[in-house]
């Protein structure tokens, strides 16, 4: 629980901080990127200052890419929250994913008929999901399997104190899980640090996870990850099932209406 604590407390001063400074450098990336692209069209410049402003353009989006992350990790977006199926979620980035991962890697969605609803902002739900399905296709550089999976579960106690930081009762449980290159122990316990990155620089921000932790546990979520190395990797994001939703669980009808007993 200390270690929950201190882990939630760094990632709050890390958010302030990269919120603050991400919010007005996404002002200023815009207005040179703007600026530059405007240039180019314009002039006639010789193709070896094209090829240049180029290479600085490419940066820039770069440099957009890892504020948007920040934005996203400090959660400065406008967050709206409304009744989300995730399945829709989970349909809707597995469109976006198959225009943008390698052919080598197949998709599988496996969504239950009636899962419960959740009260979520559908965006920050599907930007989640996107950090873990790219994650994903980064360690299977081969290719491999790429599956989503969502189940209704009830959560008991036995389970939150097993797993701090759960609650208990009717949950929505998204799973994403690769066959990849998995993770060993030194990495697992740091993935969700905030600039924790194996990757090399320019391709990795480290705050791919830490992101999606933020947002599962603004939603009053828990996340789990499981790894094994050469074998893959396992996300698992419990979310709990819309207040009006979770009538299942009361065992007795005179407990539903009293008033009808
Ligand atoms: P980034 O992707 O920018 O490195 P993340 O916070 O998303 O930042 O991930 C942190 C690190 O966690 C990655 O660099 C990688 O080492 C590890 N990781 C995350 N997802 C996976 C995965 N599905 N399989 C193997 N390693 C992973």
Not at 17 to 30: P, V
Not at 160 to 166: L, V
Not at 216 to 232: F, T
Request: include cysteine.
């Amino acid at each position: 629980l200390q270690n929950q604590l201190f882990q939630a407390q760094k990632m709050e001063s890390v958010g302030v901080l990269a919120g603050g400074i991400a919010h007005d450098f996404n002002n200023l990336i815009q207005v040179m990127r703007g600026n530059l692209e405007l240039l180019t069209m314009e002039t006639n410049f010789d193709v070896r200052t094209m090829k240049r402003l180029h290479v600085v353009v490419a940066a820039m989006d770069r440099a957009a890419k890892l504020v948007q992350q920040l934005l996203l990790f400090s959660r400065k977006v406008e967050s709206s929250r409304m009744k989300v199926n995730l399945n829709q979620a989970i349909r809707e980035v597995s469109r976006l994913l198959e225009r943008t991962i390698p052919r080598m890697i197949s998709m599988e969605l496996h969504l239950a008929s009636d899962l419960g609803s959740v009260s979520a902002d559908p965006v920050q739900m599907e930007q989640a999901l996107l950090n873990l399905a790219n994650n994903a296709a980064d360690a299977m550089p081969e290719g491999g399997r790429l599956i989503f999976e969502t189940e209704n579960v009830l959560l008991d106690e036995s389970f939150a104190k097993a797993h701090p930081g759960a609650g208990t009762g009717s949950h929505v449980l998204l799973s994403v899980s690769d066959t990849g290159f998995g993770m060993d122990t030194a990495t697992l316990t740091q993935v969700f640090d905030p600039f924790f990155t194996t990757k090399e620089t320019g391709k990795g921000t480290g705050l791919g996870l830490p992101s999606v932790y933020g947002i599962v546990k603004a939603h009053g979520g828990h996340i789990q990850c499981y790894s094994e190395p050469d074998h893959g990797t396992t996300f698992r994001i419990y979310l709990p099932v819309m207040e009006q939703e979770r009538v299942q669980e009361r065992e007795t009808p005179e407990e539903i209406c009293p008033e009808n007993g």
